[in-house]
């Protein structure tokens, strides 16, 4: 796992080659006074990445702080299952909540919507920090973190995830910094 020691704009490049094809998704556009405080990328040597994360923070009216973390993975990998505090049990993939019934909420990703189910994390530390989130866009999983649990309430059919991998000037202007969230 390549995980940079601060979110900048030069480490994010960096981030994208780490990747390769590999999607990194972003909720986009990002909301006055967000900012990307956090990325990682899990890929072997030469090859591309087989999961990413990227964290991003601002505040709400009703919340305060937020964090919101976009994980894309290859099922196997984990790197969702640890974000969302599963890490402990064991688990790598989310559990059968997803699919279940009709997803809770639907973003988008390019014109397609993705469907998202609420995964439990009742059984994990600070079971009550989070809200997850988990559905599969182009084969992969897509799980979204966000803290604290509340902010949840944030994710409308409206929400728009851009692989910004594909995204070619417009990331100069994007805002990096703040600290990283603890995983």
Not at 23 to 48: E, K, M, N, Q, S
Not at 97 to 113: H, M, Q
């Amino acid at each position: 796992m390549w995980r940079p020691d601060a979110a900048s704009y030069d480490d994010f490049a960096a981030h994208l080659g780490h990747a390769g094809s590999f999607p990194t998704y972003l909720p986009w556009p990002l909301g006055p006074g967000w900012i990307v405080t956090d990325f990682a990328v899990v890929a072997a040597d030469g090859r591309d990445g087989r999961a990413t994360m990227t964290c991003v923070s601002g505040t709400s009216a009703l919340d305060g702080p937020v964090d919101v973390l976009v994980i894309s993975e290859e099922a196997g990998t984990g790197l969702g299952a640890r974000l969302a505090g599963f890490g402990a049990d064991g688990r790598v993939d989310p559990g059968e909540e997803v699919g279940d019934g009709p997803a809770t909420v639907k973003v988008r990703i390019g014109s397609f919507p993705v469907g998202l189910w609420p995964v439990s994390v009742s059984g994990s530390e600070g079971e009550w920090d989070r809200s997850v989130v988990v559905g599969e866009a182009e084969g992969r999983w897509l799980w979204i973190v966000l803290r604290p649990a509340s902010a949840i309430l944030l994710l409308r059919d409206d929400w728009i995830l851009r692989d910004v991998s594909e995204t070619g000037p417009q990331l100069v202007a994007l805002p990096f910094g703040g600290p990283a969230p603890p995983w």
